[in-house]
Nanobody, 119 residues
Framework: QVQLVESGGGLVQPGGALRLSCAASGIVFSRYTMGWYRQAPGKQRELVAAITSGRNTNYADSVKGRFTISRDNANDLLYLQMNSLKPEDTAVYYC?????????????WGQGTQVTVSS
């Protein structure tokens, strides 16, 4: 079964930390560019961080220095370590899997996990 399943969201106080996980199945995980996106109420979905098959990373300016994306190809897992969380980080976070451009495959999305930063 082809799917992405996120976990690790929750309620955290400002300045706190969370680690999101995304478990992939049914894809050649190591070949995909993986990413985390988020969508806050009333806003468009935005890229938070991405990591290529070669482990090159890029981050939204708003999370640089606070968030770290990583991947475990042996276990088909994607992570997002979020530190120094701010109320404006509150959103539903989605895992994304983007196949190589030469493949006839659609990108995949997880169902999302809620992150709420509030005191």
């Amino acid at each position: 079964q082809v799917q992405l399943v996120e976990s690790g969201g929750g309620l955290v106080q400002p300045g706190g930390a969370l680690r999101l996980s995304c478990a992939a199945s049914g894809i050649v995980f190591s070949r995909y560019t993986m990413g985390w996106y988020r969508q806050a109420p009333g806003k468009q979905r935005e890229l938070v961080a991405a990591i290529t098959s070669g482990r090159n990373t890029n981050y939204a300016d708003s999370v640089k220095g606070r968030f770290t994306i990583s991947r475990d190809n042996a276990n088909d897992l994607l992570y997002l370590q979020m530190n120094s969380l701010k109320p404006e980080d509150t959103a539903v976070y989605y895992c994304n899997a983007n196949p190589p451009s030469t493949w006839s495959r659609a990108e995949l999305w997880g169902q999302g996990t809620q992150v709420t930063v509030s005191s």
